[in-house]
């Protein structure tokens, strides 16, 4: 008795706004009959109100054939009756069948509208994944094609021959990386793309920092107030170097790359700095999608594969987070990932269990004088 009880206490929870407007028609009804002089107010209230609840509640088509043949049925009775008793024309009961296609025609687009949006739905889930098998399954041959590639680099006595197997190999190693990169963004709307956790931004800059030290250009780091975000540190690592790649192969060595971090209300902004050429205002608003390129004639090995600043909107949309880019054409670029604050505190050293995770993304060849500008 108690679980029939529970159940029913919850079929009345998700159903009460559909007993309120049950109820709201039945008051409309009742100054339909009572107030005849004025019926015509009440009357189109009630069909007015089926509308509205329905384009929130989106009824299965039975309960909505029933509710509608009932609604049909109250508000052409009461002018029924009152055509009867001579105190409304005919032609007045002629609106209830008209307003009812009306209201049945506009149940036909909606429900076409939305088999139309489970099917998008449906085909987008559908590409996501073959994009993430296929990259997937590339993974293996192209890194056994890759270590064949290099043997016969290495042991190639002609030395044409060797700079052939070269070529394949970058190729090769471009390919890879393509594949890595779409089956991080493949991933990106699945249930266990995070392992959230509390991180501290600022550390973290300077782990990027260390990482990217080495390269040939000239570092500074700007760290604000301490924050803590909820976040994967694994990812927004993988970010931050996705922003710090972006800004190495598109500024010359003498260029100045810094990274900074700040508070922006309640939001963290980690942020990349360069001093390349920067980027035309018009192509600020596609810069993070994917495979999206300022220059499209730029060569390949500065321009990549257009991918990087798209795995970095991915990820901070992930955490909830956005992007956003500012540049000034001829004195370079600032890119920033703006994510919540946490008010959590960083954990205690220990063991740190992992879900599967994408590999980490290579980072594209530099050149040590790559031409200076900014884009993916």
Do not use: D, P, R
């Given at each position: 008795m108690t679980i029939r009880r529970r159940r029913a206490l919850g079929r009345l929870r998700s159903s009460w706004v559909d007993?309120?407007?049950v109820i709201f028609v039945g008051l409309n009804l009742a100054a339909m009959r009572l107030l005849p002089a004025w019926q015509t107010v009440p009357f189109?209230?009630?069909?007015?109100s089926l509308t509205?609840?329905?384009g929130f509640r989106m009824w299965r088509l039975q309960p909505t054939i029933m509710t509608l043949a009932a609604v049909t049925v109250a508000t052409g009775g009461v002018i029924g009756v009152q055509v009867l008793?001579?105190?409304?024309?005919?032609?007045?009961l002629?609106?209830?069948p008209l307003i009812a296609m009306m209201f049945l025609v506009m149940v036909w687009h909606g429900r076409r509208r939305l088999a139309a949006m489970a099917e998008n739905l449906r085909l987008l889930e559908q590409q996501r994944r073959f994009i993430q098998d296929a990259s997937h399954e590339l993974g293996t041959p192209i890194t056994v094609a890759l270590g064949h590639t290099q043997l016969i680099e290495q042991a190639a006595t002609d030395p044409l021959i060797a700079a052939d197997a070269r070529v394949v190999a970058d190729e090769l190693s471009r390919l890879r990386r393509l594949a890595t990169r779409l089956l991080l963004l493949a991933s990106a709307g699945s249930p266990d793309f995070l392992d959230l956790a509390p991180v501290e931004v600022n550390p973290l800059m300077v782990e990027a920092l260390d990482r990217w030290r080495q390269t040939p250009r000239r570092w500074s780091q700007r760290l604000g107030a301490e924050a803590i975000v909820l976040a994967d540190r694994d990812q927004l690592a993988l970010a931050l170097d996705a922003l710090i790649e972006n800004a190495v192969a598109h500024t010359g060595v003498d260029g100045r790359i810094e990274l900074s971090t700040h508070l922006e209300g309640t939001s963290v902004v980690l942020g990349v700095a360069d001093s390349g050429d920067g980027i035309p205002a018009g192509e600020l608003r596609r810069i993070f999608d994917r495979f999206a390129r300022v220059d499209a004639h730029r060569n390949r090995k500065a321009g990549g594969v257009g991918l990087g600043l798209a795995?970095?909107?991915a990820i901070a949309e992930a955490h909830h987070g956005s992007v956003r880019a500012h540049s000034t054409v001829g004195k370079g670029s600032l890119f920033e990932v703006v994510l919540p604050q946490s008010m959590a505190r960083q954990p205690g050293p220990g063991p740190r269990r992992r879900q599967a995770q994408p590999a980490r993304i290579e980072p594209e060849p530099t050149e040590p004088a790559a031409a200076p500008?900014?884009?993916p």
């Open positions: 007993i309120a407007w189109l209230i009630i069909w007015v509205v609840i329905y008793q001579g105190q409304e024309e005919g032609e007045y002629v609106e209830v795995i970095v909107k500008s900014t884009q």
